[in-house]
């Protein structure tokens, strides 16, 4: 026993079904984010793929996605989670809307680590005759390399915290502890024990990602 109301069964399960939540709602969010960032830089005015339509589509509806709170979000779209996963509650359930969070969020992120890159990169590769292709592949992604895994180091902490805001709903995993067996039973070490779990998250995940941008930064 961790408490007079917890096993360590379940607080080692709650940690497995939030790093479950975050694995695969990062990697299902990177595969739409990434796309989505890349179509803003070269779809916006100047871009290499310029295309007014696309972009003034696409810019507004990621800024509607992105102002909502992810509580607010999660409750929005039950009926779509049920349509996916037949069920709005539990860990699967949560990823849905833990997806539809961060897509957008990874995008903006994406976005702003490709507009650092400089613009005399891009225009020295289009006068040598790349393709759009080229100058993104070749040009845009290493040179941003870096800022790219800042990005998803920020996307996969704002994750954790989505995760924990899920739990308010049944979502499983630490947030869900939390609510249920420390601030529902008053449980201080509970509360304690999930807030320090998740300090340790955060701060692991930050430093790996510093550690891993400063070294291909250097290359």
Not at 51 to 76: G, H, T
Request: avoid cysteine; hydrophobic fraction near 55%; charge should be positive.
């Amino acid at each position: 026993m961790i408490s007079t109301t917890i096993t360590l069964d379940q607080f080692l399960r709650a940690i497995n079904e939030t790093l479950y939540m975050v694995g695969f709602s990062l990697l299902i969010g990177s595969l739409i984010g990434i796309p989505i960032g890349i179509l803003l830089v070269v779809t916006r005015p100047g871009g290499v793929l310029k295309n007014k339509i696309v972009y003034q589509v696409l810019n507004p509806i990621i800024n509607i996605v992105r102002s909502l709170p992810f509580i607010i979000l999660m409750v929005a779209i039950i009926p779509f989670t049920r349509l996916i996963v037949q069920t709005s509650i539990g860990t699967s359930a949560a990823i849905v809307p833990l997806i539809i969070f961060i897509s957008p969020f990874i995008g903006r992120l994406v976005e702003n680590s490709l507009l650092e890159v400089n613009p005399g990169i891009v225009e020295a590769a289009e006068a040598m005759g790349a393709t759009p292709f080229q100058v993104i592949w070749y040009f845009l992604l290493p040179e941003a390399f870096g800022s790219l895994i800042l990005s998803l180091t920020t996307a996969t902490i704002g994750l954790i915290g989505a995760t924990a805001m899920a739990g308010t709903v049944g979502g499983g995993g630490i947030g869900d502890l939390a609510i249920v067996f420390g601030y529902q039973r008053f449980d201080t070490f509970v509360m304690v024990t999930t807030v320090v779990v998740l300090i340790i998250f955060v701060q692991s995940i930050q430093s790996a990602g510093n550690v891993l941008a400063r070294k291909v930064r250097r290359h």
